[in-house]
Structure formats: C-alpha cells, structure tokens
C-alpha cells in the first residue's frame, strides 16, 4: 500500500505525461487535475480531492509549477482559496457538482460579498436583506470592497433573513449569479490606480432557494468556514527559503553600490529576513497541526503576521531604491483581470497598504490572537444578546 504522498506522486506523473503543460492549454490542464483529485487534495472524491491531509497539496502545487504548469489561485484567488472550500462544506452535492470543476478550471470566476458600507470587521451586524417569496429569495442591499466581481460568474452572498434574531444567528449564505440584470458593479479605485475591487449593488434580485448554502440561520457559520480559509490563503503561504516577497527585498539589496551597504542597513534588511524565514518556518509548523480543512486560530496569526511583515520588506525596499521608488508607470483607472497583481516594486509597495485590512484588520486579528490563543479577556459587545433590529445603528 503506497504512503498518501506516494499515491500523489505517483496520479502527478499521470497527470503531467498526460497532459503536458507546454503543449495543454490552462483549461484542460486543471480539469484534468481536477479530475484526478488534485485540485483541493482535501476535498472529498468525486469532488476534486481525495480525502487526503491538506498539507499534501504542497507536493502538488510545487511540482505543477515547476512542471510549468498553471495556478488556479493566480487567476481565481477568491474562488479557490475561500469560495471553493466553502461551497465543499456547506454546499449541496448538486452544487458541488455544478460549481467545483469550472471554478477550478478558472471557467467561472467567484467572489465574496461580505463587507458593506456600515459592516467591515463587524461583518455580523450586515444590512443586505433576503426575504423569503414562495422558493425564490428577493435580496435588496449593497456590498463593497468586492474583489473581482467585475468578472465574476458566481459570488458567495450574505444577507439578514431574520432581523429580528440576534446578529449572528439572522444571516443566510448564497451563490449568486453575478450576471443577472439585478446586480449592479461599479469599480472602486486604489492607490495603484487600478479598481480591483468594486461596489455592488442588488435591486429585488432573485435568487432560487435551491442556491442557498446551509440552511436560513446559517450564515455566520458557513462565512466562519470562508473567513478561517481566507487568512490561511493570504498569509499561511510557504515560498521556498528566501523566495516570495523577501526576494523582492533581496534584489534591491543585491543591486545597491556597496557604499550603500552599510552596517545599519545589513542590520535591518537581515533582521527583515529572518522574520521572513520564522514566518514561512511557523507557516509550516501550523499546515503539520492543521486537522483536515479547519485552519483554526493559526491562519488569523499568520496572516496578521504576514502583513505586518510584506509592509515591513516594502517599505524597506521602497527606501533603499531612492529615488527611484517614486517612479510610477501610469494612474490611469485600469479593471484587471486578476486581483494582487503587483508587476513593478513601486507597485508592489503600493498594493501592500491594503494587506492589514484585506482579509480581516490587523487589529482584528490582534483581538483573536489574545481570546483564542492567550485567554485575555474578550472585546466588549454590546449587541450580542440583543434582536439586530433594536441594535441601534447609524
Ligand atoms: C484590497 C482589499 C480587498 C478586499 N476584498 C474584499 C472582498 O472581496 N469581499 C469582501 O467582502 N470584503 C473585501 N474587503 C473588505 C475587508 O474585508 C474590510 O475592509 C475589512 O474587514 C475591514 O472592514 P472596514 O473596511 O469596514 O473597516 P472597519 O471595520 O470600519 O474598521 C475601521 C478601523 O477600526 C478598527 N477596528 C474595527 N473593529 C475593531 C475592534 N473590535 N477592535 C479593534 N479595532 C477595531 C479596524 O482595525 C480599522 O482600523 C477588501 C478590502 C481590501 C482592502
């Protein structure tokens, strides 16, 4: 009986003879892979996975890249790393059979519609409203920050159904179709000038009850699910030693004349690295503890950490190009196809602002560290036992 990381080994060969990805367009390449288990290794059979420990799914992705093959999460980072997994969990076998292949095929782009004008890190307290018509929903709101959705086939929804139970307990999860007329994108701009993500807007939008997730009631816990994956896939990544964003650093060091390769600045380009390399170390040390698909506190700790620290290595590699840091391409609005996108270190540098808001605030994550993790005494709410319609709001 070979290990489970033999039987991986050994359905990548099959997958990389028959399917070579010099010669096998994106497309085909992660169906195939999909159909073999490959794709979320985790996952259930039948619905691209096989049942096997996450960890593993870290033989799979180095060997496709350096097989040079194609990255479902470069293109669709939404849907693979949080929408996917959620949709695995709560969703109906119909609906893992309809939406896993072509999300993982990048055939359909996903996004999440959580965060609204009045509900960001308290995304509990949201206003977005469902309310129940024969078998259908009518949903009427207004979502923002949505990466993505100006390409997207399918979002993952949250709307108050009950607003007279307490906050967490009113809230339904859907799919829903981002194409019906009903929904409105308009882009929001960044400092990079591009719009990645968007506002959207939902007038009496129809969504089938067989498209819900769970059960009514069971929204936070099924966003609990997409939250818990959305850290550890921003910050639970595991680059190669010195490879990822520390590289970047390394380059601009690399390059520097060495009258500028002071002691003060070894001192702290190398204790930049070292938090780097502590970072992918503990990375590693919590995929090992992960129990099958529940990230747990760990993803939250890693990925405050890994943005304090991409902001950290930016900065300091913004100071050490001078005054070439400040040169920029262009501001000109642009509606990218893929989100993070970060092409030149000015942009780089730029785009890390938003990595300790992205995902859950810094702040927020520092209060899960000291509840979860230290027993500290928890943050004060006021509005937990209280029906969401009488908490007062703005
Ligand atoms: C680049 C980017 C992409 C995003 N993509 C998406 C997406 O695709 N889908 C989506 O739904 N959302 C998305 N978001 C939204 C993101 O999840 C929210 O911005 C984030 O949760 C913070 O919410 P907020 O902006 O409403 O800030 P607020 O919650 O209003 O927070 C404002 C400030 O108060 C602090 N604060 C709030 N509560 C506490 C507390 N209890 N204790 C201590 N400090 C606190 C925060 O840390 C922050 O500094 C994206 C954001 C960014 C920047």
Redesign the pocket.
């Known amino acids: 009986m070979p290990s489970d990381e033999a039987r991986v080994n050994q359905l990548l060969d099959q997958l990389l003879e028959s399917h070579p990805p010099a010669t096998t367009s994106a497309r085909q390449f992660l169906g195939a892979q999909f159909d073999l288990g490959l794709a979320w290794v985790h996952f259930d059979e039948g619905f691209g996975g096989l049942g096997l420990n996450p960890k593993l799914q870290r033989v799979i992705t180095d060997r496709v890249r350096e097989a040079g093959g194609p990255f479902c999460a470069a293109r669709n980072p ?1 849907g693979y790393g949080m929408c996917g997994p959620t949709v695995h969990v709560w969703g109906s076998d119909d609906q893992k059979h309809r939406y896993l292949r072509p999300l993982f095929t990048c055939e359909d782009i996903w ?5 609204e004008p009045g ?5 509990a307290g949201l206003s977005s409203r469902g309310v129940r018509d024969g078998d259908e929903w009518v949903v009427n709101g207004q ?7 100006h390409v997207s086939r399918w979002g993952l929804l949250v709307v108050r159904t009950d607003p007279e139970a307490v906050k967490h307990a009113g809230l339904t999860a859907f799919v829903v179709d981002m194409q019906a007329p009903t929904v409105e994108v308009r882009p929001l701009r ?1 400092m990079t000038g591009e719009a ?2 968007n506002e959207v807007y939902f007038t009496d939008t129809r969504i089938p009850d067989s498209e819900m997730l769970g059960n009514p009631g069971d929204g936070w816990r099924v966003s609990l699910t997409t939250l818990m994956n959305e850290r550890t896939s921003i910050g639970g990544n595991i680059p190669a030693k010195g490879s990822g964003t520390i590289a970047d650093l390394m380059k601009v060091w690399n390059e520097l004349p060495d009258d500028r390769k002071d002691a003060t600045t070894r001192d702290r380009v190398t204790k930049l690295w070292t938090r780097a390399e502590v970072h992918r170390l503990t990375n590693i040390r919590a995929s090992q503890n992960r129990r099958m698909g529940d990230p747990g506190p760990e993803g939250s700790i890693g990925k405050m950490e890994s943005a304090n620290l991409n902001k950290a290595i930016y900065e300091e590699m913004i100071d050490l190009m001078g005054a070439d840091g400040m040169l920029y391409g262009s501001y000109e609005m642009v509606r990218p196809e893929m989100a993070m996108g970060s092409d030149t270190l000015q942009k780089a540098f730029l785009r890390s602002r ?1 990595n300790s ?8 994550m ?2 899960i560290l000291g509840e979860r993790v230290l027993g500290l005494p928890g ?1 004060v709410r006021v509005d937990r036992d209280v029906p969401w319609s009488q908490v007062p709001r703005n």
């Open positions: 939404i996004c999440q519609l959580f965060s509900s960001g890190s308290d995304f979502k923002v920050w949505t990466t993505l959705a960044q990645e993500f938003a808001i992205e995902g859950g605030t810094t702040e927020v520092q209060n943050d």
